[in-house]
């Protein structure tokens, strides 16, 4: 018995000395572990419509990138629903989920970008439609609405380029002259007309002091504005009232005509004076 425990003794040892420890655990680390990257869309939805997947088992970001591709498509909330068989608000959230990840922040050199992105789709489109405008196969009516396609592209990522401000947008051009001139009568006439007025009125009334002096408040503003003809002029008299007629002096307003009994009273007086010369 002894000898038997001694010799399991000496094999233990042995089996020892023959094996390596085992090395310790590795500490846990806070670097993030690698993961798998995730299926595409067209795989999930190919594996689903196989019945290898099932949708429910499909994780959150799984299920969105689903979504977005099936919205993509034109599926409604509803169609995107019963395809993921999920319930049509979790589709709605996933929707605006969606929409945040793909927000745009503000960057200056955004514009920059989606112009040459502009311009490099427009360059592939006008090239696709004249190769259709060059095929053998193609008629003149389809060549005509190709090349004319590619016309439109083009002047349309022009007049998109103009509204960026990349090019300048002139407008036309007009080139005008314009003189105008207020020409009266001359002064010297103004002037005259007024001392003839004066004077009819001194002849006339004499006694009128309110027309006398109202024709000579009237010199005085046109003597200022003929002289100073910058100046505003100053503010109208208020009016005056009518001259008393003077006696013995026979006044016809300008508006009054003349009756039929005055005209004949007046061809006769006429008639007599040719009588009597």
Known sequence: MKSSHQAATRKRKQAAAADPPADPPAPAS???????????????LRRIQSGALLPRSLSAA???LCVE????EGRSVHEIAAILQVDERTIARDRARV???NAVAYDPALAARAVGELIRHAGETTAALQRIAREQGASAGNRIKAVRAAWRTHREMFAALQRCGYIPLLGPEVRGELTHTMQGPPPGLIRHQIAELEAAVRDASPENADA???VQRSRRI????????????????????????VQGLRTRRCDDAPDEAD????AAEGEESRGAA
Do not use: C, K, M
Request: glycine share 4%; hydrophobic share 25%.
């Open 99 to 101: 929409r945040e990840d």
């Open 222 to 245: 046109v003597d200022n504005l003929l002289s100073h003809p910058e100046a505003s002029p100053p503010p109208p008299p208020p009016p005056a009232p009518p001259p008393e007629p």
């Open 30 to 44: 806070s670097a993030p572990t690698w993961q798998e990257p995730l299926p595409g869309a067209i795989e999930t």
């Open 69 to 72: 591709y099936l919205g993509s």
């Open 263 to 266: 005209l004949d009273r007046r």
């Open 62 to 64: 799984s299920r969105r």
């Open 212 to 214: 006398l002096q109202f």
